[in-house]
Structure formats: structure tokens, C-alpha cells
């Protein structure tokens, strides 16, 4: 998807360097440097970017690679009641259109999990 508009590439890094980093919290834990985007046309809501480090196929590298296929996690903290794209709401969520061809065995699918408090 690296030649889209809204590939992970292009929306997160500048040449492969996380363009924006924050801190945020999850499950009660806290995410450090998590790299970050705006989720639509303004900073009210933004989305941030993980992958799952348990399917580090290589085991050593800990870091994204495309061999290994992690599962990528699109994050959004909660700012209530703010000024979104199509009113106001509490968060709002980023993806690439094309994500559901990153797993070759399901493009047809993309799953979504929420946690809200």
C-alpha cells in the first residue's frame, strides 16, 4: 500500500521516521512514543499506531517488519465531547482504505475491538 495517498508509510513516518510520537495510555498501562497522526482534518482526535510483538516471526528484532506480518493496532485516545469531522463525539479513528489487503489470507475483512471506560 506504500504507493497510496493513505498508506501507513506515508501518514505516519517521514521516511520511515515517526513524523509525531505521544504517550498514551491503554488497558491502564502507559504506551510510550507511540507514533501518531491526526485522525481526520483537524487535532481534536488523533490515531496512533502499534503492531503486536509477539508475531515477530524472527523473534530478536522487535520492531515492524513487513516478512513478519504482525497484526497492526490503530489506537485513539478518548477527548470528550469534541469537534470531529461529522460533530462532536469522543474519539475518532484513522485506517488506511486498503487495510483489509494487508492479511493476504482475509482481504475481505478487517477486525475492530474497542475499549471504552
Known sequence: MGSFEDSVYSIYTNSGTPKYVHNIYSFGHLIQQVPITNSTNN???VTGILWDFSDDTNGSSGEF??????????????NKQSSGTYGNYDYELRVPARLRE????????????????
Open 43 to 45: 487535532s481534536n482526535f
Open 65 to 78: 517488519d513487513l516478512a513478519d506480518k504482525e497484526d497492526l493496532i490503530f489506537i485513539s485516545p478518548i
Open 102 to 117: 494487508y492479511n493476504s489470507e482475509d482481504t475481505k475483512t478487517a477486525a475492530f475491538y474497542v475499549e471504552i471506560f
